[in-house]
């Protein structure tokens, strides 16, 4: 089934580890993104990518870092976790130039940073 | 910058009665509007969309929503619940840039009793 894979799907942190979250679609989407989700403050972007090779800061990209080598691949990194990065992690593409709306969500990846 | 408000963070429903989750928005220009659903540990899913043509817009699985430009509002509605609606949903709007950057609201839970 086409669409979006993210790994791992959960994982415990010590602070001050460094973790990437793995994200691949295989929809040809040119953009995608990265969210985190946090109870009472909805989905905030972090990252975004228009197309392989370009990245931009969302609304909360500080003590993230995220890559695009290729069109099917948007790994985001923690440098150094912090308490505050627990979060549930979603990573979402859409058509860039195609203005819907519409993102294809993964199922999200829970991170836990003690 | 646009905003968007959920104003109930919790609505239960008993089967078979109407779904009301209401929604209002912050734009300085004409906005582009959404609602999502997110399932129990799934991502999000796209459940309708306004993109300035007809005020009333039809989605998925029997809900709609209307937008009322002189309420800066886009509640969404369901004439009868069913106890698979059972999600949280967000109000989403999108960046006056265009594109595909959205953002979401804190989320709406909706429960459905029997």
């Known amino acids: 089934i086409a669409g979006i894979t993210q790994a791992p799907t959960s994982q415990i942190l010590a602070a001050g580890r460094r973790m990437t979250l793995r994200c691949t679609q295989d929809?040809?989407?040119?953009?995608m993104y990265w969210y985190r989700q946090d109870l009472g403050l909805g989905l905030r972007l972090i990252h975004y990518?228009?197309?392989?090779?370009?990245?931009g800061k969302g609304e909360v990209p500080d003590g993230y870092s995220v890559s695009r080598a290729n069109t099917d691949d948007f790994p985001l990194t923690l440098a150094s976790a912090v308490p505050s990065q627990t979060s549930v992690y979603f990573c979402?593409?859409?058509?860039?130039?195609?203005?819907?709306?519409?993102?294809?969500f993964g199922e999200g990846s829970r991170l836990t940073v003690l | 910058a646009q905003s968007v408000t959920q104003l109930d963070s919790h609505v239960s429903v008993s089967e078979g009665t109407p779904v009301l989750l209401r929604c209002n928005y912050s734009?300085?220009?004409?906005?582009?509007l959404f609602w999502y659903v997110q399932h129990p540990n799934k991502g999000l899913q796209l459940l309708l969309k306004y993109t300035s043509a007809a005020t009333l817009v039809k989605g998925i699985n029997g809900f709609e929503a209307e937008f009322k430009k002189s309420e800066t509002s886009f509640h969404l509605t369901k004439p009868s619940a069913h106890m698979s609606d059972a999600a949280e949903y967000f109000c989403?709007?999108?960046?006056?840039?265009?594109?595909?950057?959205?953002?979401f609201g804190t989320g709406t839970q909706l429960k459905v009793e029997l």
């Open positions: 929809m040809r989407h040119n953009a």
């Open positions: 734009s300085s220009y004409s906005p582009s």
């Open positions: 990518s228009n197309t392989a090779g370009t990245t």
């Open positions: 979402a593409s859409s058509e860039a130039g195609v203005n819907t709306g519409e993102l294809f």
């Open positions: 989403v709007v999108r960046g006056k840039g265009g594109g595909n950057k959205l953002t």
